[in-house]
């Protein structure tokens, strides 16, 4: 079952307090990105959160559990409702998360050498 927009948009809401929320769908599900680190997925309407020190030393009793079979686990974030625990949390748990690599260009078609057609020799 995929997650809903509104469901979405209400853990980016919740949020917003840690940084520049943003997400994007990812095979039928979402990525959430604070400044630009991926930091969470949302998967059938619940807020998975990577797992850092930090993020251990923070809410040692919070559920680890995988968001989909075959994934690492994650932290289940079952409190949406607690803005002050989510900024706090998400800020120390972003703060142990490398920057995403720099994605490589696309080339033009301008650099692909023209093919030679029979008639040119």
């Known amino acids: 079952m995929a997650s809903s927009q509104e469901f979405v948009q ?44 930090a993020g251990k030393r923070l809410a040692p009793g919070l559920t680890e559990t995988p968001p989909y079979e075959g994934a690492k686990p994650y932290f289940l974030i079952e409190d949406l409702d607690d803005r002050d625990f989510l900024t706090e949390f998400i800020t120390a748990t972003c ?14 078609n301008d650099t692909v050498p023209k093919r030679r057609h029979q008639n040119d020799f």
């Open 10 to 53: 209400y853990a980016a809401d919740q949020s917003s307090g840690a940084g520049r929320i943003t997400y994007r769908k990812m095979f039928g599900e979402y990525g959430m990105y604070c400044d630009g680190k991926i930091f969470a997925l949302v998967c059938d309407d619940q807020f998975f959160i990577k797992i850092t020190n």
């Open 95 to 108: 703060s142990e998360l490398p920057m995403p690599k720099p994605r490589n260009k696309r080339k033009s």
